[in-house]
T-cell receptor, first 114, second 115 residues
Framework: AQSVSQHNHHVILSEAASLELGCNYSYGGTVNLFWYVQYPGQHLQLLLKYFSGDPLVKGIKGFEAEFIKSKFSFNLRKPSVQWSDTAEYFC????????????FGAGTTVTVRA | GAVVSQHPSWVICKSGTSVKIECRSLDFQATTMFWYRQFPKQSLMLMAT?????????EQGVEKDKFLINHASLTLSTLTVTSAHPEDSSFYICSVRGDRNQPQHFGDGTRLSIL
């Protein structure tokens, strides 16, 4: 079974700072990769996804992620964060043939100070 | 707008009570729905996959008789926590997936507190 590792438990940064959240997975086969965000009091929302093609994926709200197959990584980035980016971020993977099952990382809490 | 509706959002009940949580797909017919459990400060853990018209598929370690899942229609799956105890207190979240290779859409979750 695949597992997902998020390196940072809690990240605190100031507005306009750059953000990078690490995500590694353990599975040697074909994977689909996702980043979800959970704002305080809200449900999980999809930020971006990678299925195939260009390994640099652009999502909503200025986020992007890069799939590096050789490193089994799918790190999330944003060049300049805003206070409204304060949220919990989850990396998730599903792997063929069980491509309907998502495995989540432990999540990273991001706190952006105004 | 919301794709998935989950009800109730919060329930508090006594130990030994059975609690039913509903998950509705609003925008499309979902042959597959998923039930997750999230403990405080932890990630979502898949409990079971709900299959319309057939038995649910449970993850290892999840008690089938404890967490009853019914997926009677293409838009509704229910999770019943039977004879709930304080250790069942958690945040339960459902999700739906449309076609293959589509991302899952999540409900708002149900906070279950057993006294």
């Amino acid at each position: 079974a695949q597992s997902v590792s998020q390196h940072n438990h809690h990240v605190i940064l100031s507005e306009a700072a750059s953000l990078e959240l690490g995500c590694n997975y353990s599975y040697g086969g074909t994977v689909n990769l996702f980043w979800y965000v959970q704002y305080p009091g809200q449900h999980l929302q999809l930020l971006l996804k990678y299925f195939s093609g260009d390994p640099l994926v652009k999502g909503i709200k200025g986020f992007e992620a890069e799939f590096i197959k050789s490193k089994f990584s799918f790190n999330l980035r944003k060049p300049s964060v805003q206070w409204s980016d304060t949220a919990e971020y989850f990396c998730a993977v599903n792997a063929f043939p069980n491509d309907y099952k998502l495995s989540f990382g432990a999540g990273t809490t991001v706190t952006v100070r105004a | 707008g919301a794709v998935v509706s989950q009800h109730p959002s919060w329930v508090i009940c006594k130990s030994g009570t059975s609690v039913k949580i509903e998950c509705r797909s609003l925008d499309f017919q979902a042959t597959t729905m998923f039930w997750y459990r999230q403990f405080p400060k932890q990630s979502l853990m898949l409990m079971a996959t709900s299959n319309e018209g057939s038995k649910a598929t449970y993850e290892q370690g999840v008690e089938k008789d404890k967490f009853l899942i019914n997926h009677a229609s293409l838009t509704l799956s229910t999770l019943t926590v039977t004879s709930a105890h304080p250790e069942d207190s958690s945040f339960y979240i459902c999700s739906v997936r449309g076609d293959r290779n589509q991302p899952q859409h999540f409900g708002d979750g149900t906070r279950l507190s057993i006294l």
